[in-house]
T-cell receptor
Framework: DAKTTQPNSMESNEEEPVHLPCNHS???????IHWYRQLPSQGPEYVIH???SNVNNRMASLAIAEDRKSSTLILHRATLRDAAVYYC?????????????FGKGTSLLVTP | EPEVTQTPSHQVTQMGQEVILRCVPI?????FYWYRQILGQKVEFLVS????????KSEIFDDQFSVERPDGSNFTLKIRSTKLEDSAMYFC???????????????FGSGTQLSVL
């Protein structure tokens, strides 16, 4: 899978929007962009994924650059519960086995 | 919402002993996975399982590891002879689809903390 680059940590105030960036300059045309998060002492949790178009769900929005070399996970209104490590992962479009390769992610701190 | 259940939440064992970690995936899911996370490190893929066979495994998943779906609901990870370096949080996950489907999202359990003494 192609590599992603994320900041080690970010900080946000509660109730403000958060934009978590991810660079993936070597992305191929069929790589999906997945975001997972891991709350303290819990297993990873799916957040959102997309291919080319921006995506919205109840948890977040995913904005994908036109050249697909970067993407941004948007939490519209951060809560204390959103404090977690956020992982941006590229997943190749194939029928082969499924190995999500987690990097170090971005540790998000939310302050009251 | 349906969830992946793992038991036990904590397991302590002596080096060289066999351990079995158990998982109950979400009932209509067809793809099953084990990951592990050593304290302070990233989540690492171990193995994926579909249609009663391993579909992919990492270098970590050597001959000491095996997986099984013994009864149609449980999914187990066995470590034959544990080593100190096997101490980690082990996560089970399942998904409805894989590959060309869009139902690729993985649902993870809360993990089993394995401590090898």
């Amino acid at each position: 899978d192609a590599k992603t680059t994320q900041p080690n940590s970010m900080e946000s105030n509660e109730e403000e929007p958060v934009h978590l960036p991810c660079n993936h300059s070597t992305i191929s045309g069929t790589d999906y962009i997945h975001w997972y998060r891991q709350l303290p002492s819990q297993g990873p949790e799916y957040v959102i994924h997309g291919l080319t178009s921006n995506v919205n769900n109840r948890m977040a929005s995913l904005a994908i650059a036109e050249d697909r070399k970067s993407s941004t996970l948007i939490l519209h209104r951060a809560t204390l519960r959103d404090a977690a490590v956020y992982y941006c992962i590229l997943r190749a479009f194939s029928n082969s086995g499924y190995a999500l390769n987690f990097g170090k992610g971005t540790s998000l701190l939310v302050t009251p | 919402e349906p969830e992946v259940t793992q038991t036990p939440s904590h397991q302590v064992t002596q080096m060289g002993q066999e351990v079995i970690l158990r998982c109950v995936p979400i009932s209509n899911h067809l793809y099953f996975y084990w990951y592990r996370q050593i304290l302070g490190q990233k989540v690492e893929f171990l193995v994926s399982f579909y249609n009663n066979e391993i579909s992919e495994k990492s270098e970590i998943f050597d001959d000491q590891f095996s997986v099984e779906r013994p009864d149609g609901s449980n999914f187990t990870l066995k470590i034959r002879s544990t080593k100190l370096e096997d101490s980690a949080m082990y996560f089970c996950a399942s998904s409805e689809g894989q590959g060309i489907t869009t139902n690729e999202k993985l649902f993870f359990g809360s993990g089993t903390q394995l401590s090898v003494l």
